[in-house]
């Protein structure tokens, strides 16, 4: 049976878990196995913002492991992950940064409603999104404007699930309904 925090279709996943945190306090993926376990969740992806993918393999589910580059400052990045997400800056226009982060491979706009990033036109991103086939993320933490999902998904927008968590008890949380199938989402280029 489904946990009820999981309203989405195809498998539970959450691509956005921290592996490496800004705190002090650094988790193992061990840490991470009860809420896993206890919301279901079928594929997890864990996230680093630099270094190599040098991630243990310790738990008996699928397991991808993805980097969060800072854009527009990207930097080396080290070969290896799975799958890429874009973080952009504050202060910046995710639709002046499109190019480039489309130029980097990149699979997933994290949190794109954090307070101080901002998108200029929406309607005109959600179509660079569609020709480079990149998902916007639906963030746990900062995606409050649900309709601006609506919108994109009714454009044919992938939207993936990140708890963006950065310690265990953050990454209960509840996955809503018109989210992408991770079937769908095109992970990994
Ligand atoms: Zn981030
Ligand atoms: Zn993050």
Redesign the pocket.
Known sequence: MRNNNFYGKGKNYDLHIHFDTHVGKRYSILDYALPIIEQEREIIGFVKHSGKPDFKKVLDFEVLYGI?L?FPIVGHIAKGYDYR?A?VSDGFDILDLIDLIAKKKIDII??PL?QNTWCSDWEYLFEALLEHGIALEYNAKYSSDETLYQSAVNKGVSVSFGS?AHAPNESYCIIPKFVTPFEELKIGR
């Open positions: 969060e800072r997400l973080h994290a949190h954090t963006d």
